[in-house]
């Protein structure tokens, strides 16, 4: 048996509406996700991607069923899951150094390591150069790459990420997924995703879980075995044989939820 980091068991989450009424977002999914895997969460618009990420970041409770990182159920927030959310909040008045540095030093990690992390994970999302330069001078995108270093800093076992690259345009969007690709074979950590983006599930995900919506059930668990191991060319992933029709599966799935 391969061992998980991650074990999603039987997870539904209700949530109690004005008038008293509920609406079950969640219901009954259950998988696991490898250590060192990335996992992507795809699915149409209400099928409860959020709401099961954040159960996993332990910001909502599960109405039943359990979570488990590393066998231990998840009972809140913890620093051994970092959350990375579409719109990055930055400090304005501290520099991309600084802000990446700001985690650490809430977690009491000592001055030299602060910085010497901070340096690391700052050159591995390709911003050397504006380590002093203040947030509000870079664009989305580089906003965003701040926002995955200060996390990536905290040591995270899991980088939990809610359509982290939602509000970026085209070309920025496939350069951050590559950089995504990069990160995951440099520094090793278990990544969760969510996106109703299909290419982007594909090329990201080692295992893609596909969930329905009204409720959201899992559909199905899609390995896209038809990649030769991780590439961090997206157009490398497209012109593999096997992308098309993953693809058009995935569109076709996607077609029968919408219409429910
Ligand atoms: N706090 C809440 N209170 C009531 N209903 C909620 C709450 N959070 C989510 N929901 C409902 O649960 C369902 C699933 O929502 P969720 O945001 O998890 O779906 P999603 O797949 O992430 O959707 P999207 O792709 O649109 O972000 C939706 O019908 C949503 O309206």
Redesign the pocket.
């Known amino acids: 048996m391969m061992s998980a980091l991650l074990h999603i068991q039987n997870v539904s989450?209700t949530?109690?509406?004005p008038g008293g009424q509920a609406?079950t977002?969640?219901d009954d999914v259950s998988f696991a996700v490898e250590k060192g895997s990335i996992c992507v969460?795809l699915?149409?618009?209400?099928?409860?991607?959020?709401?099961?990420?954040?159960m996993i970041a332990g910001l909502?409770t599960q109405s039943s069923g359990a979570v488990l990182l590393n066998d231990t159920p998840i009972e809140g927030p913890g620093r051994e899951r970092g959350m990375v959310f579409q719109a990055y909040s930055s400090f304005d008045w501290l520099s991309v150094g600084k802000n990446v540095e700001f985690g650490m030093k809430i977690n009491g990690v000592p001055k030299p390591e602060r910085r010497a992390r901070a340096e690391r994970f700052i050159g591995l999302v390709g911003l050397s150069k504006f380590i002093d330069a203040y947030p509000s001078r870079l664009s989305g995108g580089m906003r965003q790459r701040v926002a995955i270093a200060r996390t990536l800093a905290n040591a995270p076992d899991v980088l939990l990420m809610?359509?982290p690259f939602g509000a970026l345009d085209a070309e920025t969007r496939w350069q951050m997924q590559e950089l995504m690709i990069e990160v995951a074979e440099a520094s090793g950590t278990t990544m969760i995703i969510?996106t109703?983006d299909i290419e982007e599930a594909i090329f990201l995900a080692d295992k893609i879980v596909f969930?329905s919506?009204?409720p959201?059930r899992l559909k199905e668990e899609i390995l896209p075995t038809f990649k030769p191991g991780r590439l961090r060319n997206k157009e490398d992933v497209i012109a593999l044989p096997g992308y098309a029709e993953m693809e058009r599966k995935i569109m076709r799935m996607m077609r029968e939820e919408g219409h429910k």
């Open positions: 989450k949530f109690d509406l609406l977002a969640v969460l699915g149409p618009s209400g099928s409860g991607k959020s709401t099961l990420l954040r909502e809610d359509e969510v109703h969930l919506s009204h959201g």
